[in-house]
């Protein structure tokens, strides 16, 4: 069963019995301020700890002492919605196409198989049953991913929001495939940065990025490295001959863009690793090109900039090309990040601007300035981080677009960083690959809002 199933069957239980609870005369409300001893209504939603308070309890620290993350309950709640159907819009306009591709890959299976079952031994070595031959593991391998993906759009639509409370549906929208993104609209104003800028390694980094279990994954030349919050390397993974330009947790594996580095050599490659042995499970090759680019991985597909030919590649998570996504502006496409839940983001240096490819139907959701714009990161609360190589500044966009703030940063000039090709957060932390300076972290507070 797919992580989403299993989800939905155990959020579907626990209001099951929410429910029951209910009908028995349970005490609890679901407008009730979930403090312990305190019955009044609720005002806000933390983001922090996800629990529903009321305005006094809001001014008390979360768990661990930290200040509440609140967010206005109803304000949250139309929000929630609005994404949600959104959302739901892309996955019901996508189950559409993989339906038209299920339907197509099943007739041309049930042709193949009969054309075998008709085979004399004499036509068994002739280029078209050879061909078949080769070509049905991939197609069968194919089916079962559109499969998987129609399984899990149909849990997602399953859900029944109408029979939810507010604060029901906010907490399942929360776990819902969103790997935690809730795009309430924070106000730029809160967020500043931490005067220190520490430098965690000095050695060259193309990408960086963080794994559910708090590990930091870093690309680097010959390989990538596995480290602890603190940058202690915890264990190497060697791609000898070739430097990682970028690094990926997605679903239990980790994708690689790998580029040759040996003289005059444009060669690069997709290569996947399975956790959590990092044993490698597939790779496939790309477009040759002689300077460092990147992919991205979102909505089970793969996205990989093609630079000399001004296209994004889409392709499966096994490796079969997909399509091409073409932009009339492209002129040197080259940096990229996953923007969850439902997009990539593309940088284009040469225009100054910053893409965002919704991945439900490969088309162009959104583009942006940016004074020659490098890394590009999607922070988890929805908001937009661009290095802006000219001006030398961190460039911050809100999840809605309608809210830009730019940092410099003394402390981290002074390190002398010219590029910023990826970035990451973790546990309050904002984490640079800052190309040939190393690896760089800033810490990054959200204030409470007002």
Known sequence: MSQLKRQVSSLTEALSKMTTNKAKGGSSSSADCQTEGCDRPIDWYCRYCKGFICTRCSKKPCGDEAQHQSEDFEEMYELCTNKY????????????????????????????????????????????????????????????????????AEAFQSVDIKSMSQQEFITVFDKLDFDGYVFAVTDLDRITLGEKCEVISDKKCYDLDVIPSGQILIGKKDGFDICDKNGKVLRSVKVNGFSITTVQYYKSKIYTLAKDYTKDSKKRKVMVFEMPNYTESASWSLPDFGYISMLAVNNDKVYVVDCDAKKVKVYSLTGKQISDFSHSGFID????????????????????????????????????????????????????????????????????GKQTKSFSHPELLKTGVDFITGFSMSEGELWLAAYSKGVMRIEMNVAPAK
């Open 85 to 152: 159907k959104e959302y739901l819009d892309g996955k019901n306009s996508a189950v559409s196409g993989l339906t038209q591709q299920q339907k197509k890959l099943q007739e041309e299976l049930a042709s193949d198989i009969k054309r075998m079952s008709d085979v004399t031994p004499e036509q068994l070595a002739s280029p078209e049953i050879i061909k078949i031959t080769a070509d049905l593991p991939r197609k069968q391998k194919l089916l079962q991913d559109i499969s998987k993906q129609l399984k899990e």
């Open 333 to 400: 496409p080259i940096y990229m990040s996953s923007c969850p839940p439902d997009g990539v983001l593309v940088t284009d240096w040469q225009t100054g601007l910053v893409y965002k490819i919704n991945c439900m139907n490969d088309q162009l959701a959104w583009e942006f300035k940016v004074n020659e714009p490098r890394g590009v990161f999607c922070d988890k609360l929805g908001n937009i981080w661009v290095w802006a190589r000219k001006s030398k500044e961190l460039v911050l966009r809100s999840s809605d």
